[in-house]
């Protein structure tokens, strides 16, 4: 089985937020980027996993952006991820993305495409979905667990107010959460393969940006905590029921 | 006109569904044009109290008794090009989600994700969204005749009017490729995205068996219960209880953070929430910063007698 798992670059969870050129792009400057950390702790070390139980399966890699996406392609291949692809192109437009992913799914036959759940940066839970409807193919959204059996893909997965187990023939899109495995670090011998593991650069195809981003804004600062002391709970409930007039 | 999808959860149309017919009415208005919504499956009330909310018609496609986001985008996105929709709406919930993904591929709209505000209709059409975690907002123009907009929960207060939709029901039938094999429902009701009040407790309540006092508290406001990471990775707590940055993000109008520091990554996920209540016995702990109102103490003293407190009062 072919496996294709979706990876994007992202700040460090700790990262500074801020913003240039009149608040219309994000300062990048001095960023630490980092595996989107659906992408690695759940979609990609389940497919390494897989992997693991089955030798014959090829774990390919891909994320489209730019040059800073290379190292966490690296580290990507360091976990177990056998070769990569980077679509050169930089772009926050969801559809966009998608048709670059669309299109390497097409060509290469893919039977299982991972994504993690959402981005922590553009916060989109949309790509899984959009690869799926442009290749008409099912899509299983917030898996926590996934079991293959042959060409039949088991996952389990959140719906609104509970879990569902479903089963799907391949190609299918799956879209990963916390569940489906656990964390890992690359050890010695993965960061010395990684670096001669191929990693191919490919130019983008042709398609239009259906959104632009005008501005980013900072939420309104807060006020500044209003401290009760421990013996006056019920100062906390007055205040809770007059002031803040929400309980 | 615009087009609303209303969610249903077995039968039953969500809060979250009330807040996205709120908002689409209110872009309709906006656009000078009407708001009708689209449900798909059999619900198990009236339909037509939809009006309440402002849509003129409800289109209900039933048949398909379980969802399937393939089959279901097929049947919403030929209604909205049978209608002619030029915004199409969905609330930001699990089925939503993928839903609003794949309608906008297949209407080749643009989409905006988790927006929390009305659209700019002055230059052109810009909607505002939650970004980097709730750390920040974008605003991002759709520059595509029809739009499509997933509406994050709790970001858009319900208005109940008068009214009285007209309904259309048309039987449809589906194939899906996905096999439900089983589903369960995860305790409590309501999913903590949409819940008002969130009670939630970190490390320092040193193990699970210290929860019930959490639960108790929790019962009193009628809250959804949350955690932080580590209690989750630890199996104290169920994993999606887990709120943050890798974990759920919810907004909800009072959260109450017992036991937590306040790590970054944990406030990522909830700095949304109106108004934020923090217990900690550390004065210095982070979660204060990003706080309305705090005490600081022994969360084993003060949650049983703040839990006494609100029984009292009520
Ligand atoms: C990439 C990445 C992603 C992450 N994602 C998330 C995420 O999504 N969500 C998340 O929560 N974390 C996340 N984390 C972890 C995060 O950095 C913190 O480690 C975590 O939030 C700490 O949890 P805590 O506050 O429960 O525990 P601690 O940091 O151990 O804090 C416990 C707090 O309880 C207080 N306390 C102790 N005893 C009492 C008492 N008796 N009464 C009152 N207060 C008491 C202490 O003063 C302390 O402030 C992530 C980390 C990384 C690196
Ligand atoms: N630029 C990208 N390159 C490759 N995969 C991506 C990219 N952006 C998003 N993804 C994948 O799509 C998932 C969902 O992203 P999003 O819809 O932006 O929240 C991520 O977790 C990744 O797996």
Redesign the pocket.
């Known amino acids: 089985m072919k496996i294709l798992v979706c990876i994007s670059k992202t700040p460090d ?1 700790t990262a500074k937020i801020a913003f240039t050129d009149n608040n219309t792009k994000y300062d990048a400057n001095g960023v630490q980027w980092i595996i989107n ?1 659906y992408d690695e702790w759940y979609a990609l070390v389940r497919a390494i996993e897989l992997k693991e139980a089955d030798a014959s399966h090829a774990i390919h890699l891909i994320s489209v952006g730019n040059a800073d996406a290379e190292p966490i392609l690296r580290k990507a291949l360091a976990l177990g991820g056998d070769e990569a692809i980077r679509v050169n192109i930089d772009s926050d437009d969801a559809y966009v993305i998608a048709t670059q992913i669309a299109t390497v799914v097409k060509d290469g036959g893919y039977d299982l495409i991972l994504t993690g759940k959402e981005t922590i940066d553009h916060n989109g839970s949309s790509l899984g979905g959009m690869v799926a409807e442009m290749l008409d193919l099912p899509y299983i959204s917030l898996a926590t667990k996934l079991e293959m059996d042959g060409s039949v893909a088991k996952a389990t997965r959140e719906i609104d107010g509970g879990q569902e187990l479903d089963e799907v023939a391949t190609p299918v899109v799956i879209s990963a959460q916390k569940g489906m495995a656990e964390a890992r670090i690359p050890n010695m011998r993965g960061i010395m393969a990684a670096r001669t593991k191929p990693l191919k650069v490919v130019e983008p195809a042709a398609c239009e940006a259906l959104t632009a981003t005008v501005s980013f804004e900072m939420p309104p600062a807060k006020a500044g905590v209003k401290l009760v002391a421990p013996d006056q709970v019920e100062e906390l409930v007055r205040l809770l029921r007059e002031e803040a007039k929400i309980v | 006109m615009i087009l609303i999808y209303a969610d249903n959860i077995n039968g039953t149309i969500k809060k979250s569904s009330l807040e996205v017919i709120t908002y689409g009415v209110a872009i309709g208005k906006q656009l000078g044009t009407e708001a009708q919504a689209i449900v798909v499956g059999a619900v198990n009330s009236d339909l037509s109290e939809l009006g309440k909310y402002g849509v003129s018609t409800v289109h209900q496609l039933t048949g398909p008794d379980t969802f399937d986001a393939q089959a279901f985008s097929k049947l919403i996105a030929d209604k909205a090009t049978e209608l002619d929709a030029s915004v199409v709406v969905f609330s930001h919930s699990l089925m939503g989600k993928a839903l609003a993904a794949r309608v906008s591929v297949r209407l080749k709209a643009g989409l905006v994700t988790g927006a929390v505000a009305l659209p700019d209709t002055t230059s052109g059409f810009v909607v505002k969204k939650s970004v980097f975690s709730g750390k920040a907002f974008a605003n991002i123009r759709i520059q595509t005749p029809v739009k499509v907009i997933s509406l994050n929960p709790n970001a858009y207060t319900v208005a109940v009017g008068e009214g009285e939709a007209n309904v259309m029901a048309t039987p449809v039938s589906i194939q899906p490729a996905v096999k439900v094999i089983s589903n369960s429902k995860s305790s409590g009701d309501r999913t903590l995205t949409e819940s008002e009040i969130v009670v939630s407790a ?3 309540m040193k193990g699970p068996e210290n929860w019930g006092m959490i639960e108790e508290l929790a019962d009193v406001l009628q809250a959804g219960l949350a955690c ?4 989750a990775d630890a199996h104290w707590r169920p994993h999606h209880e ?6 759920v993000a919810i907004a909800p109008n009072l959260y109450i953070a ?6 970054i ?2 406030l990522a ?1 909830v700095n949304r929430s109106k108004v934020i209540v923090v ?4 004065p210095e ?1 982070p979660f204060f910063k990003a706080a309305d109102y705090g005490i600081v103490g ?3 003293e003060v949650v049983p007698k703040l839990t006494a407190a609100l029984k009292a009062g009520a």
């Open positions: 969870t950390p | 970190g490390r320092g932080s990471r580590p209690v887990h709120v943050g940055q890798t974990g017992i036991g937590i520091s306040g790590a990554q944990h996920g217990i900690n016995k550390d702990a022994d969360a084993f």
